[in-house]
């Protein structure tokens, strides 16, 4: 008997600073890999609380407990994804994080930035890398 098992994409990119700008990113991704049968790993849905009720916190190192936890799960949904893609349209600590322990994990990882420059550690940690959303269905329809 043969089994179609889906196959989920992680979506990654800077939340800090960008709070309030998280929809755009996230529900093109989203589109995009629903329309080509993928399943969604978003961990803003889950984080979305910490970050709007809590923003001040984000400064106070006495929050280590709450921080370890939010980084478990973004962890746990690394592993649980065949793919990540990472939207840097700025740097961002966590997304590069989640890329490279994704990476050192066997996942593929796409990274969509139009930054002019870009480190080696995220060309080396990337399997493609796109300049823009327009690119990524045809980008994730290879990974299918």
Same mark, same amino acid.
């Given at each position: 008997?043969?089994?179609?098992?889906?196959?989920?994409?992680?979506?990654?990119?800077?939340?800090?600073?960008? @709070? *309030? /700008?998280? $929809?755009?990113?996230? #529900? !093109?991704?989203?589109?995009?890999?629903?329309?080509?049968?993928?399943?969604?790993?978003?961990?803003?849905?889950?984080?979305?609380?910490?970050? @709007? *009720? /809590?923003? $001040?916190?984000?400064? #106070? !190192?006495?929050?280590?407990?709450?921080?370890?936890?939010?980084?478990?799960?973004?962890?746990?949904?690394?592993?649980?994804?065949?793919?990540?893609?990472?939207?840097?349209?700025?740097?961002?600590?966590?997304?590069?994080?989640?890329?490279?322990?994704?990476?050192?994990?066997?996942?593929?990882?796409?990274?969509?930035?139009?930054?002019?420059?870009?480190?080696?550690?995220?060309?080396?940690?990337?399997?493609?890398?796109?300049?823009?959303?327009?690119?990524?269905?045809?980008?994730?329809?290879?990974?299918?």
């Amino acid at each position: 008997m043969c089994v179609n098992m889906k196959k989920y994409v992680f979506i990654s990119g800077p939340i800090l600073g960008m @709070e *309030n /700008n998280q $929809d755009y990113y996230r #529900n !093109t991704i989203t589109v995009i890999s629903q329309k080509l049968g993928f399943e969604i790993i978003d961990p803003w849905k889950r984080e979305k609380c910490d970050y @709007e *009720n /809590n923003v $001040d916190r984000h400064n #106070n !190192t006495d929050d280590r407990k709450d921080f370890n936890r939010i980084i478990q799960c973004d962890l746990a949904d690394a592993d649980r994804c065949d793919i990540m893609v990472v939207y840097l349209p700025k740097l961002s600590a966590g997304a590069c994080m989640e890329m490279f322990y994704a990476k050192r994990k066997g996942k593929k990882i796409i990274v969509i930035s139009d930054m002019p420059k870009l480190s080696p550690w995220i060309k080396v940690h990337c399997d493609v890398l796109i300049t823009n959303f327009d690119m990524l269905e045809e980008t994730l329809s290879r990974f299918k």
